[in-house]
Every structure is written in structure tokens, then in C-alpha cells.
């Protein structure tokens, strides 16, 4: 999937997020510029909400902006993830790498979101992220209100029934990626934070310390 940049023309390629709960097919699908980690987590934050709540387990594709090491059956995760995870009072799982059969439900779903929802948008023209995702929603519901084939139901039947009185509830804040940086507090008891340039004062007995600021798009602490 795609859109064009109005300014410069230039078609941008954009990764798609797909999310598929394992027993009712029940599945979320967004476009992102790239899958950087605030953008798959903001996006895994919205699927959240789609769904209207957190499964016990998130079961992760093995990919670098979730999992920091891996080995055949244990995991370690990045720093942003088991916050996305505290903050949704989930855990988190990873698929063995080169090993799909770990996660066939999704795996499948991806060929099936290619004839559902890219095919039908092949030859329309987007032109930004948000007008993309736009497009995508309808089709989206299409898809999870579509009739099993060989099965009674649907897959939002299936997943309204059995799997979303399931869902932990959500936290009432979204959640927000926070940056860890360190600093010197100076002789006028102020840090800079080089991220956005400016000073922010610290209490006059840390002067001449190393401390560790954290920090967000909202508040530096």
C-alpha cells in the first residue's frame, strides 16, 4: 500500500501492521510511513482500542523494534515494549525467527487482507497516511463481517460472543512512549534536553550530579 506526497509527488511505501486474535480470525489492520517503534506502537496502542481491550498474550512476528535478543525459546525485549506491556497489563511472546508455523493464524490472515482489502485498493490514489487508513476501515469491517465459509458465523460474531468478554479492560490514558537521556545539572541548577533545546531547572542540591531525565511529548521529569 501506498500514497503519494502532494508536495513532491513521491509515491511512499508504507508498512502495514496486521493483528488477528487466534479464535475468532477477529482481525486490525494500519498503514504506517514506516514501522520505526512509534508508529508500531502507537498502532498497536489503536488496535487496542479497536478491539476494547488487552489479550493476555501479545504473540510478536520476531522483528528488531520488539525483540532485543533472542534464542531458540527465550526472549529478551526491547525497553519500549515491556512498557507498551506494563501499561496494557499484558505479556509479551515472540515468534522463534525464520519459524511462521508459530503464528499460522496471522501468517494466514496476511494472504487473506491481500485479496480483501490491497486488491480492492489497487487502483485508488491516496494522498497521505491518514486518507489511506481512511479507506482501509470500510473494507476492514467488510472483512471481519464477512461469513465463514465453512463455518457458522463470522469472524466479529465469533469474537463479540466468545473472545472479547475475555479482553483485560483498557487503562483510561493511552499509552505514551517515553525517552530516557542523562545529564549534568549545571551551576544554575538546569538540565538541557538536547531533543528539543531547551533547559528544565532541578532542585539546587543535585547541582554538579549526573541524573537521569525521562521524558515524553507532554512532561520531563
Known sequence: LSFIDRSTGEIISCDVL???????????????????Q???????SR???FLGGAPMTVLSDNMKQFVQKNSRYEFTFQALAEQWSVHYNTCLDATRP????????VENHVNCI???????????????????????????????????????GSREEVFTVHEQPLLKPLPPEHFVIKRTTSAKVQFNYHVSLGENQHYYSVPYQHIGKQVKIIYDQVSVE
Open 98 to 105: 525464520r519459524k511462521p508455523k508459530d503464528k499460522p493464524t
Open 114 to 152: 491481500y485479496s480483501s482489502v490491497y486488491g480492492k485498493l489497487r487502483d485508488a490514489e491516496f494522498h497521505s497516511l491518514a486518507e489511506l487508513n481512511e479507506a482501509i476501515k470500510p473494507l476492514l469491517v467488510d472483512f471481519n463481517k464477512a461469513k465463514f465459509q465453512k463455518l457458522p
Open 38 to 44: 512509534e508508529n508500531l506502537y502507537s498502532a498497536l
Open 18 to 36: 496486521v493483528c488477528t486474535l487466534p479464535y475468532s480470525k477477529y482481525t486490525y489492520i494500519e498503514a504506517m510511513v514506516t514501522a520505526c
Open 47 to 49: 488496535c487496542l482500542g
